[in-house]
C-alpha cells in the first residue's frame, strides 16, 4: 500500500525533460502530414541522440502572438516543460498587427515559461518586403530585441537558407514544403542542442560504470 502511494507520487520526479513546440502553422505541419514536419522530425532526433528527452507539439494554424499568450498558461501547466521553442509572430505581422503589441505578447510568454522553470528557445521570422521597409525592418528587430531584453536563446531566422527557393515552398508561397522540413529542423537544431545539454555517451563494453577504466 504504502509502496504504491510511494511511486505515485514520486512518479513525476522521473519524468523525462521535455521539449514544447508552442507555434503557429509553420510549426503545425500546415498542409502536410504531421509526421513530416520538422517537430516530428525533431522528435525522431530526439529519439536517437538525446533518448532522456520526450517532445510535445501543441502549435495551432493561425495562432497570433495574443492568441498564444492566452493559451500558453494552461499549457504550461499541463505539461511542465524543461525547454519551449516559441515560434509565433507570422501571423501578426503578415495581418499587419502592431510589432509593439506582437513584442509585448512574446515577453509576456517567455515570462511565464521561465516562471515553470523553462529554458526558452525564440524562433525569428521575417517578412515579405511589400509590407514595406519600415515594418519589416520593426518586425525583423523584434525578435533580437527580446531575446535580449528577456535574455533567452535565438534562432534568428527558421527559414535562413532558404528563403529565395520557391521550389521550397507550397502554392500559397508562405508554408514550406516537406521536402523544407529538414532544412527547418536544422534552423531549429543550432539553437535548441546547446539547451538540451551533452548528450550521454554509452558505457563501454566491459567497463567498470562509473570508473573510467577499460
Known amino acids: 500500500m504504502f509502496a504504491c502511494l510511494f511511486l505515485l507520487f514520486a512518479a513525476p520526479a522521473w519524468a523525462a525533460p521535455l521539449v514544447l513546440v508552442f507555434g503557429d502553422s509553420l510549426s503545425a505541419a500546415y498542409g502536410l502530414p504531421r ?79 521561465k516562471r515553470y522553470g523553462a529554458r526558452i528557445l525564440l524562433v525569428g521570422m521575417r517578412l515579405p518586403p511589400n509590407y514595406g521597409t519600415a515594418y519589416t525592418r520593426e518586425f525583423q528587430a523584434m525578435y533580437p530585441a527580446v531575446a535580449t531584453s528577456s535574455k533567452l536563446a535565438l534562432v534568428p531566422f527558421l527559414f535562413e537558407g532558404m528563403a529565395s527557393r520557391p521550389e521550397l515552398f507550397q502554392a500559397d508561397g508562405l508554408h514550406p514544403t516537406a521536402a523544407a522540413q529538414p532544412r527547418l529542423l536544422e534552423n531549429v537544431w543550432q539553437g535548441l542542442q546547446p539547451l538540451l545539454g551533452p548528450a550521454t555517451q554509452p558505457a563501454k563494453a566491459g567497463g567498470a560504470a562509473g570508473t573510467g577504466r577499460p
Open 35 to 113: 509526421e513530416t514536419g520538422w517537430p516530428a522530425l525533431l522528435e525522431r532526433r530526439l529519439a536517437e541522440q538525446r533518448p532522456t528527452w520526450r517532445l510535445v507539439n501543441a502549435s495551432v494554424s493561425g495562432e497570433t502572438t495574443a492568441g498564444g499568450r492566452v493559451r500558453l498558461p494552461a499549457v504550461l501547466d499541463r505539461h511542465r516543460p524543461a525547454i519551449v521553442i516559441l515560434e509565433l509572430g507570422a501571423n501578426d505581422g503578415l495581418r499587419g498587427l502592431p510589432v509593439e503589441s506582437a513584442q509585448a505578447n512574446l515577453k509576456a510568454m517567455a515570462a511565464m515559461a
